[in-house]
């Protein structure tokens, strides 16, 4: 080897470490980032708008621990490009955190979004997010709309198939049933907060018995009465 | 002599600083402990609650139990899925016991139309030392019912030429008035059962009374309002209004009725002992209680004899000086009449009461002087030295 030669691969050595590590940063944390102004942060008893919606959020097995964590994971199509727009929610409305993030999916499934140290305004700062797997929500929504299955906390799932799915439902203080492809109607569990604002009931539905299409069917029973609505849950095969 | 003096007048310092600071401690902590106490609710005071309501629920507490006779209606049994046989069926009449660790909300937005959902509800039953394995039973045409493990639902609906249903229905635990307005969800639209109009009184039996009176003014509720009869029963998973939890094994429920409105609504009478806690429409939620400094500010024996005690401590000084001024005059005069006996008599020992403690302190000086006489002189001796306090 010659000593020409030998300060050519001095040089390309620094140049090839920068680029791994930006290669691997990027494929470490999210390809999604924090939309700026539109960062996440945490608000109490903010005024919310008024919204319409039967299923609320889209959990996956959701835990107390996990919910205390600064990186939420969401579950995005293979394609997916564009916003996602992130809130987090108490059952009685008193709560919300919100946030948008842009950028689009790589390989992996499940995208990770870092929330980052909650930002409480004040006259509230001192409270906390108020971890609770029945009252407090999250949910992810496309710029269309769609509400896509999201996970607290930073770790991958290991085998997803056999969790258990929270479906967040605004019930209009009834019962409220779903029925997921041909499988046994599920009752869903009231919540027993005495000011259910922004839903009122959650279902555990076992992800291993959501259909390959994700279409489930969601019943509601105010005392005699029943209505039917159907809505599809995003579940990639690949 | 001179370095004893200097010594103790630098140790006095501290030492009246310290006990100083002790009795400013000691007063301050009297006076908050007291100020706690009196902020805890009376036990005599009572919240007198009417309320006309779309809806009401009843969750009764440790050791009560309701019965309730209803009309004849249909029964459903929540546990059974859409489209499974065995849902619904029907009974002329229907009897509802309902025990601590079941939760009933009673709606009716129509005269004709009384609708009731009885579940379980595991926050209460954990409270309870002992609970029954099944807090609701259903009695139809005077047969038990099969037990359900998810509750029921029952619906009574009076027919058009019968008129509105005629029924009124003790409650006795815990009652909530009231409901959240729900947020749309593409569901058939339905009127929610908000609470309409209330009020709430507060009474109380003052201190050394057994007369009930109405204190302080009368709490209007809003329009869309949640009440609860037992604040402090509120779930610590609730955000941001965690109340401190308590025992429902020792609270005293809210008892009264309710019954049907010509107009449709429920008109319900209440007595619970508080605190109650009410929620305007999404507001956050604040108490209604009756303190006990409210019995003892009204009770007329303990303002008597505070004030009483007000003019004593007021007249003190001016009592003290009155009762030294006549005391020195009885002495001038006792010293005026005989002043020569009174100064030579060794054998006359000299009145016990003019032998003041600061003469008996000061040693072998003082124990001479044995006659009223020189006592008198040391009295007036004194007074001399502080004009300020006393009107000779």
């Known amino acids: 080897m010659t000593p020409s030669t030998r300060r050519i691969d001095r040089r390309v050595v620094p140049w090839f470490l920068t680029c791994l590590a930006l290669a691997w940063t990027a494929g470490a944390y999210a390809q999604f980032q924090p939309v700026p102004g539109r960062e996440y942060h945490e608000i109490f008893n903010a005024t919310n708008q008024v919204r319409g919606e039967a299923i609320v959020a889209l959990v996956l097995a959701p835990s107390i621990e996990a919910q205390q964590a600064d990186t939420i994971q969401v579950l995005l199509p293979a394609s997916y490009n564009g916003e996602l727009r992130v809130e987090a929610l108490s059952a009685d409305g008193r709560f919300r955190g919100e946030g948008s993030f842009a950028g689009s999916r790589s390989r992996d499934r499940w995208v990770a979004l870092p929330l980052g140290r909650a930002e409480a305004k004040e006259p509230h700062a001192s409270l906390r997010r108020p971890v609770n797997t029945e009252t407090l929500a999250l949910a992810v929504r496309g710029a269309d709309g769609t509400l896509y299955v999201a996970r607290w906390g930073g770790e991958a799932p290991s085998s997803h198939r056999s969790e258990m799915l929270r479906i967040y439902v605004n019930s209009g203080r009834a019962d409220i049933f779903i029925v997921p492809g041909k499988a046994k109607a599920v009752h869903c569990r009231p919540l027993t907060i005495p000011q259910p604002l922004r839903y009122d009931s959650y279902c555990d539905v076992p992800l291993a018995d959501v259909p390959a299409d994700g279409n489930l069917k969601l019943i509601r029973r105010d005392q005699f009465e029943e209505q039917t609505q159907t809505f599809s849950v995003y579940l990639p095969h690949e | ?345 060794d054998a006359e020992p000299a009145p016990r009461a003019i032998v003041s403690d600061r003469a008996s302190a000061a040693g072998g000086e003082t124990a001479v002087r044995s006659s009223a006489a020189e006592a008198f002189h040391e009295i007036e001796r004194l007074q001399q030295t502080n004009p300020k306090k006393t009107n000779i």
């Open chain 2, 1 to 345: 002599m001179r370095m004893a003096e200097v010594r103790s007048k630098w140790i006095g310092l501290p030492a009246k600083l310290l006990s100083g600071a002790l009795t400013a401690v000691v007063i301050m902590l009297i006076l908050i402990f007291s100020l706690k106490i009196l902020s805890r609710p009376s036990g005599s005071g009572t919240l007198s609650i009417t309320a006309a309501t779309g809806s009401l629920t009843l969750e009764p507490l440790c050791g009560e139990s309701v019965t309730w006779d209803l009309p004849a209606g249909r029964v459903g049994r929540r546990s059974v899925a859409p489209g499974e046989p065995g849902y619904e069926t029907s009974a002329e009449a229907v009897t509802m016991v309902l025990a601590p660790g079941s939760r009933t909300r009673v709606i009716s937005s129509d005269a004709r139309v009384l609708r009731v959902s009885v579940e379980q509800t595991d926050d209460l039953a954990q409270r309870c030392p002992a609970v029954a394995s099944q807090p609701y039973r259903l009695i139809l045409d005077g047969a038990p019912a099969a037990q359900d493990p998810v509750g029921f639902n029952y619906e009574a609906r009076a027919r058009a030429e019968a008129g509105p249903l005629k029924i009124s229905l003790p409650v006795s635990g815990r009652v909530i008035l009231g409901q959240v307005v729900s947020e749309g969800a593409d569901w058939r639209a339905r009127s929610a059962p908000i609470l309409l109009t209330g009020a709430i009184m507060r009474r109380v039996k003052p201190w050394f009374s057994d007369e009930v009176m109405t204190v302080g003014e009368t709490e209007r509720l809003d329009q869309g309002s949640i009440l609860d009869s037992h604040a402090c029963m509120e779930p610590r998973t609730s955000s941001i209004a965690a109340a401190p939890g308590c025992s429902a094994a020792q609270l005293v429920p809210a008892v009264g009725f309710f019954q049907i409105l010509d107009a449709g609504g429920l008109q319900v009478q209440l007595y619970a002992r508080g605190p109650a806690g009410v929620q305007n429409y999404r507001g956050p939620q604040h108490r209604i209680e009756v303190p006990l400094s409210t019995a003892l500010w009204e009770s007329d024996t303990v303002k008597v004899w505070g004030a009483f005690f007000l003019l004593i401590f007021a007249c003190l000084e001016q009592v003290s000086r009155v009762c030294k001024s006549t005391w020195t005059r009885i002495l001038h005069s006792i010293t005026k009449r005989s002043p020569d006996k009174a100064a030579t008599s």
